[in-house]
């Protein structure tokens, strides 16, 4: 299995091409189920979870092309990828396929639309939380499936096809958020989505759809409006950057001191986090080319800080945060109101040396005058990177375990950061 070692104490300058955003090419993949014609994605991230979604799109009867590179275009930019799913030849979602990738139980939404039927497995829990599925269920009951669980699976049927209808969702869900839109695109008549998901993300994926012939006002509110439609045509879409992928290098930089354009990033996708750095001593300036984030040797700040939905301070940035206070000159509070078991990056900081004491949803990190490498254990996505961040600023050596976590959602991420001078490899195997 590979790991990464890192050596601590390099300042990161340069510049970081920030890559296509994991959680919107995941539902835009998604939404080519709904046509029958091609969608053209580009800006598509080399990421596992990518790989493992044209799998099951493939199952599902997709075809799919990678254009060549163009001259010219930059070594570290993502791939252009042509989706086609003229026919669907199989409207099972299987267990070994869905449980490999939660995300993909989202497929459940446009194959009952343009199928009127679709077999797929529950997704189950993960690491970071028992993570449910009974909002899409009931958003998906509401435009008129039926809806039956059998053996794990969750099978949804709309013979003759899915109805407008009044959807308000108890809590904010990104995912349910996502089926529903793409659902109520094919569905007749309207369809109103109340406290809906008002990340960029969301407001990606209806920017593509509109451009599929989708019918869609209010996206990035918390009321989505979407007029049904019988058909939807193909289209071409760019995903757009990685807000996650910017936050965590901005963390990065603060936490080593340095100066670097985080290439591509918009200062718009990232306004609370940006707030937060600021706070903690970061200078950060928004450039034609992206953002810009400057530190140099003053002392890291404390702050305190609860994960909510967007536009506040998103839940996949929380660990990086947490790995950057334990340097902070005082106490910070890092509430995590998102998922239920979002701390498991906790043990592994203590083992550099951090201070951090758990109570329920709150984490009171104390901050320390060094961190000391160490051998430690990736759990999850943004946890692992979090012990990344920790081991740039770490004295001597640091082995990151089980990494096949971080290439889940983040492309090169020891290129991008050894073109900065940071000391950090790949070992294989
Ligand atoms: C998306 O997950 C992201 N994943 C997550 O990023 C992100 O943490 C999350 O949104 C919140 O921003 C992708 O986009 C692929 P939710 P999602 O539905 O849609 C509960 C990463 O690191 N809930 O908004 O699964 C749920 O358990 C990943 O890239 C229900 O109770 O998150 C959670 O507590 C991790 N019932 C809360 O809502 C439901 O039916 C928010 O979850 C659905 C969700």
Redesign the pocket.
Known sequence: MDRIRIVGGARLNGTIPISGA??AA??LMIASLLTDETLTLANLPRLA?VAQLKRILGNHGVDMTVAGKRLGEAELSGETVHLTARTIVDTTAPYELVSAM??SFWVIGPLVAREGFAKVSLPGGCA???????????ALQALGAEIDIEGGYVIARAPDGLKGAHVTFP????????VTLMAATLAKGETIIENA?R?P?VVDLAECLIKMGAKITGAGTSTIRIEGVTRLNGARHSVMPDR?EAGTYAMAVTMTGGDVLLEGARADDLKRPIEILREVGAEITETNEGLRVYRNGADLKPVNISTE??PGF???LQAQLMALVTRAEGTSVIRET???NRFMHVQELARFGAEIHLDGQNATVVGVPRLKGAPVMAT???ASVSLVIAGLVAEGETIVNRVYHLDR?FERLEDKLSRCGATIERISG
């Open positions: 994991k959680n995941l539902p979870d939660r995300a970071i939380g028992t993570r449910p599925v009974d909002l899409f269920l009931e809590k904010v869900s990104v995912g349910a958020t996502h998901a990340e993300e996650i939905p967007f998103p839940t996949d998102i998922f239920e999850d996505l943004r959602g």
